[in-house]
């Protein structure tokens, strides 16, 4: 079980610059995600803790200690490849011994451990059978097994709920938690789902465009994002986040959005504008479930109006679509009141929103 | 279930005409398309067969004076045949084609094995080290037989390098020019090994060995254990297509040795040659195609035999 | 009339039997068809498209039996799950294609082009070819070629299935505001269960090659008519507690919880039979009138807006849903509390009671 260190490391392919100057600290045991967009660079990044490539700058250190002189095979660095990569041709029990043999482990030992293996995994009763028959769900613990039973010293999982259907994701999400507190290793996990991100790591990583966009725990990285793109990234149903440009008028600070509405600032989010004299203009951020409709609660809290465009059904809950004008908020419709076609008043609480800076994307005022 | 099918739409009976229902079916059509290839297979395979047959059991020559047709006149209720079994150039030539076929085959598919495990990967130069590897393949047998012809000269080069005498022949001596010319075998069709055997092991999903990799296997481990076994049906097709045509080797002996001395180095086509040129038994000379037939395809069909039950 | 209507078909394969089918789409109507991977939902869009014919029953277009027309000649057109995009062409030659191929006029292909780009967002990437775009641009190309067709109704096969999970939010919004303006047919396809009842009007659960239940994403949300259902429709999915039902039908025992939940049954009496509860009808902590019983905290997800915690009953994991953020140590005990007015019954066979 190692700790590692990512300092500053960039990694150019050509032209393009994969990532940028990129520096994580991971503490022995911890479960780390790597979250971003596709093509942001979480991959590039894992392949580079893993040795599959060199850093153009920086360096990765284990437990202190650069790895980069060993050969890929002495590292004892677990993968589990999106897409698995079992070996088709072999059976299960082969699968899962083939890191064992390959380091001459006597034959009961490895009766054994494989068999112990199978038995966490729930697979046991198709250790005969050729690996190629398994189901998606089966390759997938197959998969995990078999780079488990070496004991690495650290677990990298590409994308690897990404092919199951979203009932076996939801219990396999639990199962490697499960998992990984009992093998106690240190775990990093790239993904662009932020729902898995946020229900199996310690701390995530949020990675845009190859830089680190922000790094904590789960419900720090909710609570308090730093930057626009984390907010809006990260929560489900995603954060509403509109853009537009603050006007002052008689006294009244407004945003005025590029869709054409206004928001009429106040309260501690026209605070949070206001506090550095440079910003022009910005994003205003609230999650749809602070949204309300009905009586207002708060004095500060900003009153708008909007039309009722779509209505879905998500999980047990319906999500409201309101347009003002060119621009969409999404809240949640908990009273079952609302139809479609609807034009309905609604609040936004001053004290829950959140305001980004334009030009920056980072996030104005404290937490 | 993966639903593979992507339609299974059925000719409908409202199309007029022979030809529009063919159109819309894909089995009459396959019909149509395969016909001319079919016709062109019986009058050049399966006719020729028929007529060997026929001949085989005949004492039929061109000397004979009659038209082939006519051979049952001089039927022989496959005397032939027995006439081979007994006959000790058919059996030498078989020996020596046997020796060589099953020396110059494995030595070729280890050299190529070797070759190709090493192209894997690219490394600086891989593209013109892969042009030059596969030029001895593009040769014209016949020149290859004649390049190894004057090499192997009691005053060619390779004595002069050796230090041997020019009195130390390497095609009059029966042993030695058996050597040379498997030795022009290897020579000529390592490269067709290496092409194949190396289109195999790139077949090997990548990530599979990256995974084996990472599990702390070694590059020779990783071979044995997940390249070598994916490749069972490539290797069995390598194996069978140079052994059929080792079999027949015939450019590199004839050029080299003519078969000599007397009919010392005669490999079975070879001898086959100049019964049918030379002494004219073109009954005999069908009898002892025949044999050989049956016995390559019996060795063909074992490995597509094998093949098949690979494929499941 | 029914845009499509699907009347006792049948398709039978080597490995198992598609049908009876009996569904109907109304014209205007987003209709969703869910089910797990491989179960025959892509054969029963082939079916109205035409590339399979049913070896029982009828699929009417229109109100006319969809045998005796041509695929072409059906107006319905798809989008492949794998897209299916011509590589040769650019974006723009994608999207006209199916003009062209019915001789429609420059100007009609020119207007019709403007109007799909527009609404999906690809002026800027018509130029380009399908290896030079994203899977996103990708996506919306092959939904801009079904489109441009203005046909009576588009299937779709799992359209954004490739898409990274934002990028599918989005989509969606974007492909039901399309359907609605524009009120066309939508069948939908998809195995991702949240994304069919998020969008869709109404839903077919298909479940071992039949049609399990028909309604709208509020109906069989609420209200799934068997185990089956049930066990497919909500992420996370259903708990489900196995028991007896007590002689008189007003209680059910259960095997793992320890107190008998009080229940009204007057169909069945005596008998096996299970409970589903829905994880975000189990609430923590004890509640007046509903019957509550320790559960041991096995993980907690903090999701943001909400939290799902794993615990264990017995040999038992169930999920729970609590709203905002929670926090629990975990290994400890917590009692918990089910939803009287929302228990969801099943008798033996697994149908709804």
């Not at chain 3, 849903?321 to 509390?337: H, I, Y």
Request: glycine residues 8%; contains cysteine.
């Amino acid at each position: 079980m190692s700790s590692i260190q990512i300092n500053n490391v960039t990694k150019r392919f050509g032209d393009f610059t994969a990532v940028r100057d990129l520096s994580i600290d991971i503490e022995e045991g911890e479960f780390v995600a790597l979250l971003g967009p596709s093509g942001c660079g979480k991959t590039t990044t894992m392949n580079m803790i893993a040795g599959l490539e060199e850093p153009s700058e920086g360096e990765i250190l284990f437990d202190g200690k650069d790895l980069s002189s060993l050969r890929i095979q002495d590292r004892n660095i677990g993968f589990v490849f999106q897409n698995y990569a079992i070996f088709t041709h072999l059976s299960v029990f082969k699968n899962l011994s083939y890191g064992l043999e390959v380091k001459k482990v006597p034959k009961p030992e490895i009766e054994r451990r494989v068999q112990a293996m199978a038995d966490r995994m729930s697979i046991s009763h198709r250790l005969d059978q050729p690996a190629s028959s398994l189901s998606v769900n089966e390759m997938q613990k197959l998969a995990i097994g078999r780079s488990a039973i070496v004991e690495p010293r650290i677990f990298l999982l590409d994308e690897p709920l990404s092919n199951l259907d979203a009932g076996f994701r939801a219990y396999m999400r639990a199962e490697l938690k499960v998992l990984q507190h009992e093998f106690g290793q240190t775990m990093i996990y790239v993904t662009h789902d932020q729902i898995e991100a946020m229900s199996l790591a310690d701390k995530i990583a949020i990675i845009d465009q190859g830089k680190l966009m922000q790094y904590g725990a789960p419900l720090d990285i909710y609570n308090d994002p730093q930057n626009r793109f984390v907010a809006n990234f990260v929560g489900s149903p995603r954060m509403n986040l509109v853009d537009g440009e603050l006007r002052e008028e008689r006294g009244a600070l407004h945003l005025m959005l590029h869709g054409g509405a206004e928001i009429p600032l106040s309260g501690k989010v026209r605070a949070d504008f206001t506090r550095d004299g440079s910003v022009h203009g910005g994003s205003f951020g609230v999650r749809p479930q602070d949204i309300y409709f009905g009586d207002k609660r708060g004095s500060n809290d900003i009153a708008m109006h909007g039309k009722v465009e779509v209505l879905e059904r998500v999980g047990p809950k319906r999500l409201a679509y309101l347009q003002v004008q060119d621009t969409l908020f999404l809240a949640f419709d908990d009273l079952d009141r609302l139809r479609v076609g609807d034009e309905v008043p609604f609040y936004l609480p001053s004290d829950k929103s959140l305001a980004f800076d334009m030009k920056t994307g980072r996030r104005l005022g404290g937490a | 279930m993966t639903d593979h099918t992507l339609t299974d739409r059925q000719p409908t009976d409202a199309s007029r005409g022979y030809w529009q229902r063919v159109a819309r079916d894909g089995d009459k059509m396959g019909f149509w398309f395969i016909l001319p290839t079919f016709l062109l297979l019986l009058f050049i395979v399966i006719f020729p067969l028929f007529m060997q047959l026929y001949l085989s059991v005949t004492w039929w020559t061109p000397l004979e004076g009659i038209p082939w047709y006519s051979a049952w006149e001089v039927f022989n209720w496959g005397e032939n045949y027995w006439f081979l079994a007994t006959d000790p150039r058919f059996w030498g030539a078989l020996w020596r084609t046997a020796l060589i076929m099953i020396v110059a085959v494995p030595a070729q598919f280890l050299l190529g094995m070797a070759l190709a495990y090493l192209f894997i990967d690219t490394f600086p130069g891989r593209k013109i080290f892969y042009s030059i590897l596969l030029t001895p393949m593009m040769i014209v047998p016949a020149v290859v037989g004649l390049m190894f012809f004057l090499l192997f000269q009691g005053t060619g080069p390779v004595n002069a390098h050796l230090g041997l005498p020019a009195e130390f022949s390497w095609l009059t001596d029966v042993n030695r020019a058996m050597i040379s010319v498997i030795i022009a075998d290897i020579w000529q069709w390592t490269p067709l090994m290496f092409l194949i055997l190396l289109a195999g092991m790139l077949g090997v999903p990548s990530d599979q060995l990256l995974a084996a990799r990472l599990l702390g296997g070694s590059n020779w481990q990783n071979f044995v254990k997940i390249i070598l076994p994916r490749m069972k049906t490539v290797i069995i097709i390598a194996l069978v297509l140079r052994a059929v045509e080792c079999f027949k080797i015939f450019d590199l002996v004839y050029i080299m040795t003519k078969g000599g001395p007397g009919v010392q180095t005669e490999t079975i086509s070879v001898f086959l040659y100049k019964q049918t040129f030379g002494e004219l038994e073109w009954s005999y000379v069908a009898a002892i195609g025949l044999t050989i037939l049956i016995v390559l395809s019996v060795i063909a069909a074992k490995g597509l035999a094998y093949m098949a039950r690979k494929q499941g | 009339m029914d845009a499509i209507r699907i009347t006792d078909v049948v398709k039978r394969y080597p490995e198992f039997t598609l049908g009876p089918i009996n569904m109907s789409v109304g014209q205007g109507e987003f209709f969703g068809i869910f089910g797990p991977p491989s179960t025959g939902k892509t054969s029963v869009l082939k079916l109205i498209l035409g590339l399979l014919t049913p070896d029982e029953g009828q699929v009417e277009i229109a109100g006319r039996d969809a045998a005796e027309m041509e695929v072409s000649a059906r107006g319905i057109s798809m989008v492949f799950q794998n897209l299916a995009l011509f590589p040769h062409m650019t974006g723009r030659e994608n999207i006209i294609f199916p003009l062209k191929e019915r001789g429609a006029s420059e100007a009609e292909i020119a207007e019709r082009l403007d109007l799909v780009s527009e609404v999906l967002h690809v002026s800027h990437i018509l130029h380009k070819n399908p290896a030079q775009m994203s899977g996103g641009e990708r996506q919306r190309i092959a939904l801009g070629r079904a489109f441009a067709a203005q046909s009576r109704a588009m299937l779709l096969d799992e359209p954004i299935a490739a898409l990274d999970a934002r990028l599918r939010e989005e989509m969606r919004v974007e492909l039901k505001r399309l359907q609605r303006e524009n009120n066309q047919t939508f069948v939908y396809v998809s195995h991702d269960e949240e994304e069919v009842m998020a969008i869709s009007d109404r839903v077919a659960v298909i479940v071992g090659g039949r049609i399990a239940q028909i309604g709208t994403p509020e109906e069989v949300y609420n209200e799934p008519c068997s185990l089956a259902v049930a066990e497919v429709i909500g992420s996370p999915p259903m708990n489900f507690f196995e028991g007896r039902f007590s002689a008189e039908g007003l209680r059910f025992e259960s095997d793992v919880l320890e107190t008998d939940i009080q229940v009204v049954c007057t169909t069945q009496k005596g008998g096996a039979g299970t409970l589903g509860v829905r994880p975000e009808d189990i609430w923590l902590g004890e509640s007046e009138g509903n019957p509550s019983f320790k559960v041991r905290v096995s993980t907690v997800e903090p999701l943001g807006g909400y939290t799902i915690i794993n615990a264990r009953i017995g040999k038992q994991i169930i999920k729970i849903r609590a709203p905002g953020q929670v926090a629990l140590e975990e290994d400890a005990w917590q009692s918990v509390s089910l939803d009287a007015r929302r228990l969801h019954l099943f008798c033996a066979k697994g149908s709804r009671l």
